[in-house]
């Protein structure tokens, strides 16, 4: 990236790079610790002040002009998947979803298994095709859908083995690295995962160009936030803000008035709550006036974010969520290069431009 006046020059190469770096990192919640690692070097290098809370979030503040006023945007790094109920004599695994996750969208195939000392792999196993009436898994094929409980992880290990490692009930589980790498679709990005480290590669950009804002900005790529947005709602309790920006994919759905495109989506409400007026007039008009960029608009179900939950429990006055259109959301997701390249854009005018209470 290059900086273009006061906006950066966004290459799409270098934004599918830095998304790919990511997603090759495993973020499952509450066991983050290798994107944690990445994300504390890479601000660090960019010359932020960065840390590590108790919650798990990795921040970053960028110091205002104003001491006094102070916004947050929040990116969740953690990502879903499923996790150990039981481990069998026999080396396989029961597993359950974690956060929103079906074995359908995964298919059969390699899976990572994070034990405590070490990481192996084994197969998400749906059974043999070729079975008469008599067999339970008749019904997957005819009548009924895929649940976890109709799927194992085979391991093919025994129980000395899967103790060695440290595979236990709540470990977590993950596809295979070799099956997350992204794809590239002309001027789109395909990839497990996109969902959130699309809007962490985000942050980082932000980190990188933003200089001397009206106001403080802490850059939050938040914890835990596919299991109750634990991180956010712990740094909100802590942290005093005049605003929430939360980043987000947005749902390409036939219900949804979402184009497929370069243009972010400003969401209006979610299954928590209505996100602020104001701040939603703000950011547009920062996108407006001094980007010439539109913004499309929705009301959505079946979905929260990081800003509508603190929102939600009193933990901020105002918040907002910025997002990309998306498809397959929490699954192998697509989404338009040049729409997260625009939230970057967006983000770069409104914290430049903000007001300080």
Not at 193 to 222: C, E, F, H, R, W
Not at 236 to 247: F, G, K, M, R, Y
Not at 291 to 308: K, R
């Amino acid at each position: 990236m290059q900086l273009n006046g006061n906006q950066p020059s966004i290459s799409y190469d270098s934004l599918f790079a830095s998304i790919e770096e990511l997603v090759l990192h495993h973020s499952p919640s509450g066991v983050e610790t290798e994107v944690d690692r990445l994300l504390l070097k890479k601000f660090e290098d960019l010359g932020v002040k960065t840390w590590q809370d108790q919650a798990g979030n990795v921040i970053a503040k960028i110091p205002g002009q104003n001491p006094k006023g102070a916004i947050a945007i929040t990116a969740h790094k953690d990502e879903i998947g499923a996790i150990v109920k039981s481990v069998g004599e026999d080396g396989k695994l029961q597993v359950r979803k974690l956060g929103g996750s079906f074995p359908w969208i995964y298919g059969e195939g390699v899976v990572d298994i994070i034990g405590d000392r070490q990481t192996i792999s084994g197969v998400l196993c749906f059974g043999s095709r070729h079975v008469s009436h008599e067999s339970s898994q008749i019904a997957n094929q005819q009548d009924k859908p895929l649940t976890w409980q109709d799927s194992w992880v085979e391991t093919k290990c025994n129980l000395a083995e899967l103790k060695y490692a440290g595979i236990r009930p709540g470990s977590r589980v993950l596809v295979g690295k070799h099956r997350k790498k992204p794809f590239r679709l002309k001027d789109y990005i395909a990839s497990y995962t996109l969902d959130n480290k699309a809007s962490v590669t985000i942050l980082l950009a932000l980190a990188q160009y933003l200089k001397d804002p009206p106001v403080s900005i802490y850059l939050v790529a938040s914890a835990k936030e596919e299991v109750g947005a634990i991180g956010a709602l712990y740094f909100t309790q802590n942290q005093t803000l005049d605003a929430l920006i939360a980043l987000e994919i947005c749902p390409l759905a036939e219900e949804y008035p979402i184009k497929d495109s370069e243009i972010p989506v400003l969401l209006a409400q979610d299954s928590y709550g209505i996100y602020d007026e104001g701040l939603n007039r703000e950011i547009q008009q920062a996108a407006a006036k001094q980007l010439n960029l539109p913004i499309q608009h929705a009301a959505i179900s079946g979905f929260g974010s990081d800003a509508s939950i603190a929102m939600k429990f009193g933990h901020v006055a105002r918040a907002a969520c910025l997002g990309f259109p998306t498809q397959n959301t929490h699954g192998y997701e697509i989404a338009h290069l040049g729409a997260i390249a625009n939230c970057i854009r967006i983000l770069m005018s409104y914290c430049s431009t903000v007001k300080a209470p």
